[in-house]
């Protein structure tokens, strides 16, 4: 199936500091969703994008569709140490018969106070 | 709060038994799907149901088991539990037309 390729895996940051993720497909997608996973708890829907070079923000988050319709975007400015959790991107798969989404492997993100 | 609730929390249980996991969607929304997450692991879909019915059919085995009730919560069945079958087990819901699923604080099964 199609698979989402996140990176990087994992990133020990200071706090303040800017962070940048990303995902990428071999396959297009026309949709791009956003989730934050704190440990022992549900994914939460950050960002969803909806157009090819749509740049949309949340507060100190950025996320935006790549061009290609292949990859995706995540950015998170001054970063604080709430900000920690496992970040997923997730999108629909091609010939799609239902709403489900394909996830990411994640990037995990830990930040020193 | 998504608005989306799972019970139980956790469930503990032994090999070769059989366990129901429940879900209540958000307020209005009709679509349910099932998630599993293994330990380090990325979320894998196992289900959708739409309004009672069937839609989506991921790596789900066949000793796992879905419905959606009228009142639209959903239950998964997991029978003949295997050591490995110990994950967390999320449960999300959305509206109609929309890929945002808002998820549940999900059920922490261990299989001993």
């Known amino acids: 199936g199609q698979q989402l390729n996140q990176s990087p895996q994992s990133m020990f940051i200071q706090e303040g500091e800017d962070v940048s993720m990303n995902c990428t497909s071999s396959?297009?997608?026309?949709?791009w969703l956003w989730y934050k996973q704190d440990p022992g708890e549900g994914p939460v829907l950050l960002i969803a994008?909806?157009?090819?070079?749509e740049l949309t923000s949340n507060g100190r988050l950025t996320a935006q569709f790549g061009i290609t319709r292949k990859d995706s975007f995540l950015n998170i400015s001054a970063s604080i140490p709430s900000d920690v959790g496992i970040y997923f991107c997730a999108g629909p798969p091609h010939n799609n018969a239902g709403n489900m989404l394909t996830f990411g492997g994640g990037t995990r993100l830990m930040v020193k106070p | 709060d998504s608005g989306v609730t799972q019970t139980p929390k956790h469930l503990i249980t032994a090999t070769g038994q059989r366990v129901t996991l429940r879900c209540s969607p958000r307020?209005?929304?009709?679509?349910v799907y099932w998630y599993q997450q293994s330990l380090d692991q990325g979320l894998q879909f196992l289900i959708q149901?739409?309004?009672?019915?069937?839609?989506a059919k991921g790596n789900i085995l066949e000793r796992f088991s879905a419905q959606q009730f009228p009142d639209l919560h959903s239950e998964l069945n997991l029978s003949s539990l295997e050591l490995g079958d110990s994950a967390l087990y999320f449960c999300?819901?959305?509206?109609?037309?929309?890929?945002?699923?808002?998820f549940g604080p999900g059920t922490r099964l261990t299989v001993t």
């Open positions: 307020s209005g929304d009709l679509s």
């Open positions: 999300a819901s959305s509206g109609d037309r929309t890929y945002e699923q808002y």
């Open positions: 396959s297009i997608f026309n949709t």
């Open positions: 149901y739409y309004n009672g019915e069937e839609r």
């Open positions: 994008l909806y157009k090819a070079g």
